[in-house]
Each structure stands twice: as structure tokens, then as C-alpha cells.
């Protein structure tokens, strides 16, 4: 965790930024509750009880600066709101999701099964993808 903070502080202070207090509350929010796909406002709330004096417009700026260093990433998972999770793999494709319809539980998947049709597709139409986003709705296994 030490060595990620570091890395973030390097980050920030290469593009002209500072990883204030309220950065690194609302990054070490994203971080204690990876993969639960928080939205802005849950991710304030949490924020807020470690930092009372923060704003939601501050939050909305962190959250906004981090995606575009591309240390989380902003998610859509079709409800109307905005998620983030934390980039763990800068370089490589993001993962899949399972949505559920019945309770809204989100399932990650890391396998990832469209490097052959990726491949497929560059050739056929001379065109490099440099990402792909996936998302499966169905009902899970407790909800069945």
C-alpha cells in the first residue's frame, strides 16, 4: 500500500498536483471497498466521515482528476449513475461484469474472452482496438 501511495504522490506532483488529505481519503475510500463499484455519492459519504469538513464538489474533482490518471476507472453499469473502481491493470484490458437485474449485484470477471475475436476484427478491418467494456445482465445465483 506504501509503494502505491508513493507512486500516486510521483503522479500527481508530475502533472503539477499535490496528493492532499482529501485525495488520499477518497482514494483510500475506492481502495477499502474495491469491487463494490461505489457511485459519487456513496463514495462522499464514506469520505465525509473521515474528512467531515469535505465537500461533494470536492469529491466530484478527485474523482474526476484520478480517472484521468487513469488510477481508477469510471465505470457505467446501466443505472443511471456513475461508478469507480480502482485501475488495477493500466495497460490491459478492464474486465467484465455480471449484472445482476433482481438485485443489482455486480459480479467481476477477469478472464478475458475476446482477444480471438479482437484479433479477428483488427485484421478483417484494419483497425487497432485499444479497449473493450463488456457487461452481462441476468439474474445470480441468489436471486434464482
Given amino acids: 500500500m506504501d509503494n502505491l501511495i508513493e507512486g500516486l504522490k510521483d503522479k500527481l506532483k508530475e502533472k503539477g498536483y499535490k496528493l492532499t488529505p482529501q485525495r488520499r481519503a477518497t482514494l483510500d475510500v475506492i481502495l477499502d471497498n474495491q469491487g463494490k463499484h461505489l457511485n459519487t455519492e456513496e463514495i462522499y459519504g464514506l469520505v465525509k466521515d473521515k474528512c467531515p469538513e469535505i465537500g461533494l464538489a470536492t469529491v466530484y474533482r478527485t474523482l474526476q482528476l484520478l480517472d484521468e490518471m487513469q488510477i481508477i476507472s469510471k465505470i457505467n453499469l446501466d443505472d443511471g449513475c456513475s461508478r469507480y473502481e480502482f485501475n488495477t491493470h493500466e495497460d490491459d484490458?478492464?474486465?467484465?461484469?455480471?449484472?445482476?437485474?433482481?438485485?443489482?449485484?455486480?459480479?467481476e470477471v477477469e478472464i478475458d474472452l475476446l482477444e480471438q475475436l479482437e484479433e479477428e476484427i483488427?485484421?478483417?478491418h484494419d483497425f487497432e482496438i485499444t479497449d473493450h467494456k463488456v457487461k452481462f445482465f441476468g439474474i445470480c445465483s441468489k436471486c434464482r
Wanted: aromatic share 0%; hydrophobic share 20%; with cysteine.
Fill in 122 to 124: 483488427e485484421k478483417n
Fill in 93 to 107: 484490458h478492464q474486465h467484465h461484469h455480471l449484472i445482476c437485474q433482481n438485485c443489482g449485484n455486480v459480479i
